[in-house]
């Protein structure tokens, strides 16, 4: 069955390269949810204000559980780590030291007003990233993120690799996606992740599928892929906090 997300005209996300420059921000100390919900909450309304450019930030947190709008309570097996509510879409998901967040603030209404076609963008972006390191990415119709076969598991199993979830406020996007790079995968076995209770439907990370990436190797393939999907003919400079 074809997924219809892969069907959908992804190529006016680009502002083009006269566009403005995105700008990127990379923390190499984990940041705690609550001020990671704050700042992006402040910038996009910045932006929507015309007040700030839009921006792409990297980082990753302490351990932790966020539900989102589609959360169930049940979905917590074990209050292993704090779990936050958030205005998100998706369910329950963790977050922790090696996996690589990218938190998007973008102007979908100066490119375009399609919350669909952005998801799919942002699926996009994770498939060509992963790319990279030679791993097939793959969309499921009924599952959003991007998953990979395991084919040494059995027919038919399949692990997460990366996880969306959204919110818009005056058509600018924030939270965003995350991919597993080096997690402790056994931290997603208090909860159900993302609603998925099939057997078959695992976690993975790029080190557990025997790549040896680092997080500065997945920071530079993002940045790649984020300009072929998205567009940009240059980056403000980046900041490292």
Not at 88 to 108: E, K, S
Not at 124 to 129: A, D, G, K, L, N
Not at 153 to 162: L, M, N, P, S, V
Request: hydrophobic residues 40%; contains cysteine; proline residues 7%.
């Amino acid at each position: 069955m074809v997924n219809e997300r892969q069907t959908l005209d992804l190529q006016p996300f680009s502002r083009g390269h006269d566009g403005p420059a995105v700008e990127w921000r990379v923390s190499d100390a984990p940041i705690p949810y609550p001020q990671a919900v704050e700042e992006m909450e402040s910038r996009a309304a910045a932006i929507a204000d015309g007040t700030a450019p839009e921006l792409v930030w990297l980082l990753e947190h302490p351990p932790l559980y966020t539900s989102g709008t589609s959360g169930k309570a049940g979905d917590l097996l074990e209050a292993r780590f704090p779990l936050f509510e958030t205005g998100r879409g998706g369910q329950i998901t963790y977050h922790g030291p090696g996996q690589r967040i990218a938190y998007v603030m973008l102007d979908l209404k100066a490119r375009r007003p399609d919350v669909r076609a952005y998801v799919a963008s942002l699926e996009q972006w994770i498939i060509r990233t992963l790319d990279a390191f030679n791993v097939r990415g793959e969309r499921r119709e009924d599952r959003v993120g991007v998953w990979v076969a395991r084919r040494d598991k059995g027919d038919g199993y399949e692990d997460k690799i990366a996880a969306i979830g959204v919110r818009l406020r005056r058509w600018v996007s924030f939270h965003g996606i995350s991919i597993n790079v080096e997690p402790d995968l056994t931290h997603f076995q208090a909860i159900v992740p993302c609603g998925v209770v099939d057997p078959r439907y695992g976690v993975t990370s790029l080190v557990d599928l025997g790549l040896p990436v680092s997080m500065e190797d997945v920071d530079v393939a993002l940045r790649q892929a984020f300009g072929e999907v998205f567009g940009e003919a240059q980056r403000l400079p980046e900041t490292i906090t």
